[in-house]
C-alpha cells in the first residue's frame, strides 16, 4: 500500500446539491475536489478528531470531524475499501497524537 489512497466518483453535498469528485487522504491531509465547481477542501491530520464510516444510498460513506467543529461527509465508497482507509487514517492520527 502506497501513501496515498485516492477515490474517484465520491459524493458529497454541497448546499443541497449532490457534486461528484476526487477525494485523497494523504500523509500530510485528506483533500477533495469538486470536478464540478472545482471547489477544494483540504483537512489536514492533525486538525481530525473522528472518522466514521455509515451506509448509505450511494454505497458506504465516511464523516469525518475535526477538532473546530468541521463536518464532511463523502460517499460513494465500496465496501472493500473500508479496511485499507481505516488503516491509512489510524496510522495518520497515531501520528499526531
Known amino acids: 500500500m502506497g501513501d496515498t489512497l485516492e477515490f474517484n466518483n ?3 453535498e454541497v448546499k ?7 477525494l485523497r487522504f494523504g500523509k500530510q491531509s485528506v483533500v477533495y475536489k469538486s470536478h ?3 471547489k ?3 483537512i ?3 486538525e481530525l478528531s473522528a472518522a466514521q464510516w455509515r451506509r ?3 454505497g458506504h460513506g465516511i464523516k469525518l ?3 473546530s467543529g468541521d463536518v464532511y461527509r463523502y460517499d460513494g ?3 472493500t475499501v473500508r479496511e485499507p482507509t481505516d488503516q491509512v487514517i489510524l496510522t495518520e492520527k497515531s501520528r499526531h497524537l
Open 44 to 46: 489536514p491530520a492533525p
Open 56 to 58: 448509505v444510498c450511494l
Open 10 to 12: 465520491i459524493h458529497t
Open 77 to 79: 465508497f465500496r465496501d
Open 40 to 42: 477544494v477542501d483540504s
Open 65 to 67: 470531524a475535526t477538532g
Open 16 to 22: 443541497g446539491s449532490w457534486n461528484d469528485g476526487r
Open 36 to 38: 464540478k465547481t472545482g
